[in-house]
């Protein structure tokens, strides 16, 4: 082969590798951009998602706010409270069986 065919030879092969590269370089470029939107998108869905659980919560606890407030000793007893007798427990008996 003559000096001129080789330079062109090494040319051919420069080239292909430098395009490989440059696609390799966008496929990765447009794999990124993806991967970042898709976790905006669950971010926000998210924050989205523990707003309402937020607010079904507070609606929860003011309901059950409400609800205590209407409980009378004479109701606890016809849903089946019973009164038991304070267990007491002695520090040194703690533990052991």
């Known amino acids: 082969m003559s000096n001129k065919t080789n330079f062109y030879y090494h040319r051919e092969w420069q080239t292909l590798i430098l395009l490989s590269l440059a696609v390799l370089l966008i496929a990765g470029y447009v794999f990124l951009v ?19 659980l937020v607010g079904e919560v507070g609606r929860l606890e003011t309901q059950a706010l409400a609800l205590e407030n209407h409980v009378t000793l004479d109701l ?17 008996s703690y533990g052991r069986e």
Do not use: D
């Open 34 to 52: 993806n991967r970042v939107v898709f976790h905006a998108v669950g971010k926000q869905t998210a924050g989205r998602e523990v707003a309402t």
């Open 76 to 92: 606890a007893f016809e849903y089946g409270f019973l009164e038991t007798a304070p267990l007491l427990v002695s520090w040194r």
